[in-house]
């Protein structure tokens, strides 16, 4: 059985659209885990720099001997520019 040209690009497009909308939900599953290990920190370390997520990475970046040991494994496995959510 031979499908028609219209259906094979219509499952294209639907192929398409699944990978492009995988990637972003699989960066922000990894981004809440790491919020949800350092939100903590965050308010107990840097509460002056929030909302500002580059400020409190910074202040939290010098506070790296305080952060508890989620947190800090998250600092520690990771380069810090992957603690934040890309743009």
């Known amino acids: 059985m031979q499908m028609h040209?219209?259906?094979v690009r219509t499952i294209g497009w639907l192929a398409l659209v699944?990978?492009?909308i995988a990637v972003p939900a699989s960066a922000e599953s990894v981004y809440?885990?790491?919020?949800?290990l350092c939100t903590g920190?965050?308010?107990?370390?840097?509460s002056s720099e929030i909302p500002n997520v580059e400020l409190v990475t910074a202040c939290m970046?010098?506070?790296?001997?305080s952060l508890s040991d989620g947190c800090k494994s998250v600092f520690d496995k990771d380069d810090v520019s992957?603690?934040?959510p890309s743009k």
Do not use: G, I, N
Request: aromatic share 4%; proline share 4%; net charge positive.
């Open 18 to 20: 699944a990978a492009l």
């Open 82 to 84: 992957s603690v934040t």
């Open 41 to 46: 920190d965050a308010f107990r370390l840097c």
């Open 61 to 65: 970046c010098r506070q790296r001997d």
């Open 5 to 7: 040209p219209s259906h």
């Open 32 to 36: 809440a885990e790491k919020r949800r």
